[in-house]
């Protein structure tokens, strides 16, 4: 009888030593949602990171406690300001420009007990469309200065012996008229020497 009472005791003892263990473990706050959520594979880019957990959080002064990290795989942090708590919820805004890749989460709390509390998880972005620069066309390249004084003396030059073409145009007219009245003259001198004769 005594040997049983003992078992029970110490049965019990046991259980109540484990109850007081476990109390304190069970009563730190855990993650209900998140967005983005855990492995989720975004198309966009997200605005900010919203965290809800299973009880209201503790807000120290300063949100001291209280910290977000979102991290590239190059190790930059895309968070742009300090978290907010509200209730049961923490948000961080986020950088613009975040490019397709994973993003690591780590976040730390103070839980409802007054114990902090810490965890992360990843995301990833796919499908961010970078900005195409414009086609831009290949413009003729404009002459320079000395190319359209070259030009302009060429034309300058045409022009100018235009008038020497049509100034030596006349001459074998005139040779020719020449040549006509000379045999005229000839032909005269001629008739007029056989009719004195």
């Known amino acids: 009888m005594f040997r049983i009472r003992t078992v029970l005791a110490t049965a ?50 300063g949100n001291t406690g209280t910290a977000m990290i979102v991290e ?35 976040w730390k709390v103070v839980s409802s007990d007054g114990h902090p509390t810490s965890g992360d998880y990843s995301f990833s972005i796919a499908g961010v469309t970078p900005t195409e620069a414009p086609a831009t066309e290949t413009a003729e390249p404009e002459p320079t200065e000395s190319a ?13 012996e235009v008038p020497a073409d049509d100034e030596s145009a006349p001459w074998p007219l005139l040779i020719g008229l020449g040549v006509v009245l000379l045999a005229a003259v000839v032909t005269f001198i001629v008739i007029l020497a056989r009719k004195k004769r």
């Open 72 to 106: 590239d795989e190059s190790g930059k942090d895309w968070v742009a300001g300090e978290p907010v708590v509200e209730a049961d919820t923490v948000t961080v805004p986020l950088e613009p420009g975040m490019t397709d890749g994973t993003y690591l989460v780590t």
């Open 148 to 160: 359209t004084a070259v030009t302009t003396q060429a034309e300058v030059t045409d022009e100018a």
């Open 12 to 61: 019990a003892v046991a259980v109540l030593a484990g109850l007081g263990v476990a109390a304190p473990a069970s009563a730190h706050d855990t993650i209900v949602s998140s967005s983005p959520g855990a492995d989720e594979q975004l198309s966009a880019a997200p605005e900010e990171v919203v965290l809800v957990f299973s009880n209201e959080l503790l807000s120290l002064d």
